[in-house]
């Protein structure tokens, strides 16, 4: 089967799986009890003004007649008013998804490299000190809380040795860049603004890493897992038979294939990552999607939660995607399984 017929064939799947997510958190957003309307007019907000906000979102109408109508604006790009800010909540999209790509992304690159070179560190030192110390951390690192770390790198790092800043994007003497992809370092790479990357930077750093600890001991874990069992293989013993090097084993014959796991666990990872990230953005006062949809829930601000879930299921689709192609990739038995099977 041909890469293009394959991803074809995801595509249409993810839209299948995308359509049950939309009506599984509209269903659940309208079922919550109390009154969003009358939650964001306040308790004092005339009746008539209630029914008239109310009758705008549709809400007098059966739910049948709500999912078409808000699936017909979804479709179209228009995912209504928020009742949390009063705007357009694509605008708010645009706004604050940005943020948190951009913190994710910086997050997922910090996972993916320590994650992995912790993993082999960890097989090359194998039963030495060095590779319990990374195991113990690896341990820590998956148990412990990604807002416990960003709490200690603000103390620690912010406060007693003032090495990074702990709030905000930018500096605020700091010129932003135009906004291209509401990246802030990406613009100002674009645009050729070293000052403003550089400062988006040291910005991103602490809560990037406080994000990434969870993920990244994860990976550690799982690669020196898949290594260890991979190294007592038959063609590695052929390899050390002929001379080869352990360090060209390592690098070029083992840890190839024992990355497959690692990579599908990455992806899961990674769309975690924007989910988790809404702690994080508030220790560290990050305007991302994730905060925007903690706030949204807390109001019961129906069609501003379904949006975020939505945003972050169709993240979620994009990203495995992404993840089965590298998996393949990395292993031919998985193209040739496709091939047979036509799966």
């Given amino acids: 089967m041909k890469l293009s017929t394959f991803i074809l064939k995801r595509l249409i799947l993810s839209i299948g799986v995308l359509i049950g997510l939309s009506i599984l958190i509209f269903v659940i957003a309208r079922v919550v009890p109390g009154d969003p309307v009358r939650l964001a007019l306040g308790a004092r907000a005339p009746q008539e003004v209630v029914e008239k906000v109310s009758s705008e979102m549709h809400l007098d109408k059966p739910y049948p007649i709500q999912y ?11 995912f209504g008013m928020s009742l949390y800010t009063r705007r ?69 790092f912010g406060y007693v040795m003032q090495a990074f800043p702990i709030s905000g994007r930018l500096a605020a003497h700091i010129t932003p ?37 969870a993920g990244l001991s994860q990976q550690a874990r799982i690669a020196r897992s898949s290594m260890s069992d991979n190294l007592q293989k038959d063609y590695i013993l052929a390899h050390r038979a002929c001379g080869i090097s352990e360090q060209r084993i390592m690098f070029k014959y083992l840890l190839k294939p024992s ?85």
Avoid: C
Wanted: without cysteine.
């Fill in 259 to 343: 990355l497959i796991p690692t990579v599908s666990i990455l992806g899961l990872d990674f769309a975690a990552l924007l989910s988790n990230a809404f702690l994080v953005e508030l220790v560290f006062n990050w305007p991302g999607i994730s905060r925007y949809g903690i706030n949204a829930i807390l109001r019961k601000d129906l069609n501003a939660v379904a949006a975020v879930v939505m945003i972050l299921g169709i993240t979620f689709v994009l990203v495995n995607i992404i993840v089965d192609i590298v998996v393949a990739y990395l292993d031919p038995r998985i193209r040739m399984r496709r091939d047979r099977t036509g799966a």
């Fill in 88 to 156: 357009n909540i694509s605008e708010d999209i645009k706004a604050f998804l940005p943020a948190t790509l951009e913190l994710a992304l910086f997050s997922g690159i910090i996972m993916t490299i320590f994650g992995i070179l912790l993993g082999v560190l960890s097989v090359m030192k194998r039963n030495t000190w060095l590779d319990h110390v990374v195991r113990v951390i690896s341990y820590l690192g998956v148990v412990t809380p990604a807002f416990v770390f960003a709490i200690f790198f603000v103390l620690f």
């Fill in 68 to 78: 078409v109508l808000w699936l017909k604006g979804v479709v179209q790009g228009d």
């Fill in 177 to 213: 860049p135009p906004i291209i992809t509401g990246m802030i370092t990406v613009d100002s790479l674009l645009t050729g603004n070293i000052k403003a990357f550089l400062s988006a930077l040291t910005h991103l750093f602490l809560p990037a890493l406080a994000l990434s600890m």
